[in-house]
């Protein structure tokens, strides 16, 4: 079974960036598409990107286009999200997940096997 564990979170301010990464164990991560999900205390959890299996298609929430890039690297096992001009309304613990399906770069919860523990990004005013 394939587990997934977040780094890369942290406190910076707006306008900062970061970048996280998702590092995957199992052989099956390279099959499947990858998504990063976020939840902001007292919300429910929210899309923000994802990635088909050979990083071709892509899919981004409205709130994060232009700013943030999905990207993953299967030879490492890991997928990464650049966040660039954080903004505090993006404080949230970000989550990755593992998709049912190879290419199609879903936008639910539902449509998500596997989830990591989360990696906390705090952006101050």
């Known amino acids: 079974q394939v587990q997934l564990v977040e780094s890369g979170g942290g406190l910076v301010q707006a306008g900062g960036s970061l970048r996280l990464s998702c590092a995957a164990s199992g052989r099956t991560f390279s099959s499947y598409a990858m998504a990063w999900f976020r939840q902001a205390p007292g919300k429910e959890r929210e899309f923000v990107a994802s990635i088909s299996r050979s990083g071709d298609n892509t899919n981004y929430a409205d709130s994060v286009k232009g700013r943030f890039t999905i990207s993953r690297d299967n030879a490492k096992n890991t997928v990464y999200l650049q966040m660039n001009n954080l903004k505090p309304e993006d404080t949230a613990v970000y989550y990755c997940?593992?998709?049912?399906?190879?290419?199609?770069?879903?936008?639910?919860?539902?449509?998500?096997?596997?989830w990591g523990r989360g990696t906390q990004v705090t952006v101050s005013s």
């Open positions: 997940a593992l998709g049912y399906f190879s290419d199609y770069v879903g936008s639910r919860i539902s449509e998500y096997t596997t």
